[in-house]
Each structure stands twice: as C-alpha cells, then as structure tokens.
C-alpha cells in the first residue's frame, strides 16, 4: 500500500495516496461524508495495479484524515482541494472517477479544464444536489433553521445521520453544473442505480437536453443501490476505464 501522505497549504492538511505506476492516471473522488478507503476506492486501486496505471485517491476537508469539520464546508471547497492536490502532484491528464458529492467535483473540473481529463466517469454523480435534492427535500421548519445559520440533522439509518449546516448550502451554489456554460468533449459515463435512494436513476437524464456534456452515455443497472458498490456494478464500471 502505499504511504499516507499529506498535501499541506496554509491550515489545510489534505491526506492522500498516489500510486505512481505509469504516465495514465486515474482519480478517484469519493462521496459526502465517505473518504478514500471504501471499496470503490480500493476496487479501482486494484484494478489499477493490475493494469500499470497511476491511482490517487483523497480525502476532502472535513472528511478522512483531512483537516477541518465537515460542517465548515461546501462543494467550493472540495473543489478547491481536488485543483489544489492534482496541481501539487503535477498531474495533468487523468481518468476522474467521481462518486455522487465527487461526481459533481469531478464535472466541475472537467467543464472548468477539459484538456487535463481524458475521461469523466460518474458513479451516481450529483451535481448541484445541494439545491435540487437536499434542499428541496427540507421542511419549512428545517430550511428555516438553516436560514438562522443552524444545523439540520437527517438521520438516513439506525447508525449513520448527515448534517447540513448553512456553509453547505452557501459555499456550494456559485457552482452549480446548471449555470455553467462551458462544455466538456471528452467521453463522459455516468452510471446510475436502479435502487438508488439518494439520486434518482434519471437524475443526469438533464444532460441529454443541454450541451454540457457533448460525449455522454447514461448507464443504469437495475438492482444496483447509490452506493454502487456491488460487484456486478464494479465489474461494469472498470470496462469503461
């Protein structure tokens, strides 16, 4: 395995492993409140390994063994950590792989610099969800609350709950893939689940209508859930590496 390492940039401690095997690389860009030891991430590693590509994998601030609280964020500063990591790393051309929260990063990157990714791949990616999922789901009372600069709790199962804090919602609306109008060539793979929860399977179904994405193909497996971690899913996704 290789070593922990550290990105540091003032308060910022962005934590990271880069396998540097060949001049291809592959990023891969984990989801909210996940970090880059889930098995997505080391799936991809070990099919990476096999095939003599690069592979970094990270952790954003608030998540992992980064620095800061998760609730002092938003998709802004995600983005920022993934510009500031691959340029620290000199890393110019790359395979993305982002994973719902990631799936948004990595379009953003991909719009913003199109030349330095080969490939977008989406694992039910999530652009701008912050408005057109969360907030929409939110009651009076609880988008109240955020307004008042609280913190809404939503618990999604017997152990694990997201919170939403205002900065969330405010560090991530000048960066809605919507209200972008450049465009990214490059293939583009979006894979969704069938069982999905979080991210309706249809969600990207937008992206046909517009010019975001030039060279775009949906994919939807049937039984597959948002995490998408099931081996029939993996299985699938490595053939479009």
């Not at 396998?19 to 991809?44: P, Q, T």
């Not at 998760?70 to 983005?79: E, Q, R, T």
């Not at 913190?151 to 991530?172: C, E």
Request: glycine share 6%; with cysteine; aromatic share 14%.
């Amino acid at each position: 395995m290789s070593k922990l390492n550290y990105f540091l940039k003032g308060n910022t401690k962005i934590a990271y492993r880069y396998y540097k095997r060949s001049k291809k690389n592959l990023v891969f860009i984990h989801g909210l409140l996940s970090d880059m030891n889930g098995k997505k991430s080391k799936y991809f590693n070990n099919y990476c390994r096999r095939k003599k590509i690069s592979f970094l994998c990270f952790d954003f601030r608030g998540h992992g063994k980064s620095s800061g609280n998760f609730i002092d964020f938003g998709i802004g500063d995600w983005f920022s950590d993934l510009k500031s990591l691959l340029k620290y790393l000199n890393i110019n051309q790359s395979t993305l792989v982002g994973s719902s929260m990631g799936g948004w990063v990595a379009m953003l990157y991909a719009l913003n610099y199109p030349k330095k990714v080969s490939k977008l791949i989406g694992i039910a990616p999530a652009p701008d969800f912050t408005k057109e999922l969360i907030w929409k789901s939110l009651t009076s009372k609880e988008k109240q609350k955020i307004k008042s600069n609280k913190i809404v709790t939503r618990k999604v199962s017997k152990d694990f709950s997201y919170s939403y804090s205002p900065k969330l919602f405010i560090n991530s609306k000048n960066f809605f893939v919507k209200d972008i109008k450049k465009k990214y060539n490059g293939q583009t793979i979006l894979f969704h689940g069938g069982q999905d929860q979080s991210v309706p399977y249809n969600y990207n179904d937008k992206f046909y209508k517009n010019s975001t994405f030039l060279n775009l193909t949906n994919i939807t497996i049937k039984n597959a859930d948002h995490s998408m971690s099931d081996e029939l899913s993996l299985k699938t996704i490595i053939k479009y590496i």
